[in-house]
């Protein structure tokens, strides 16, 4: 069993920075490829990012390649997203994921709101 647990959502203004984390319990967060979904109100669930389990291999939405990077440190247990020129259109819950691949997803986290002014 693994938990995760996202800290890091908040209030920000149009153009500013936030980073989420995501730290995992248990000692086989290496095996499993990591992803930062997200779901804004009236919208289906979608994937921001993920990043494989060496961290040598990531991918982006379209929506947000060149702003969003995500990063992980499997002796940390914790799985980061930084967020930088963010736009009112990224205003969502974020939610962490590990899973088989970004499709077989076994853990998710609780989420945490994101929400950017315009």
């Known amino acids: 069993q693994v938990q995760l647990v996202e800290s890091g959502g908040g209030l920000v203004q149009a153009g500013g920075s936030l980073r989420l984390s995501c730290a995992a319990s248990g000692r086989t967060f290496s095996s499993y490829v990591m992803g930062w979904f997200r779901q804004a109100p009236g919208k289906e669930r979608e994937l921001v990012a993920a990043?494989?389990?060496?961290?040598?291999?990531?991918g982006y939405a379209d929506s947000v390649k060149g702003r969003f990077t995500i990063s992980r440190d499997n002796a940390k247990n914790t799985v980061y997203l930084q967020m930088n020129s963010l736009k009112p259109e990224d205003t969502a819950v974020y939610y962490c994921?590990?899973?088989?691949?970004?499709?077989?997803?076994?853990?998710w986290g609780q989420g945490t709101q994101v929400t950017v002014s315009s």
């Open positions: 990043i494989n389990r060496s961290s040598g291999s990531t």
């Open positions: 994921a590990a899973g088989a691949s970004t499709t077989l997803i076994h853990y």
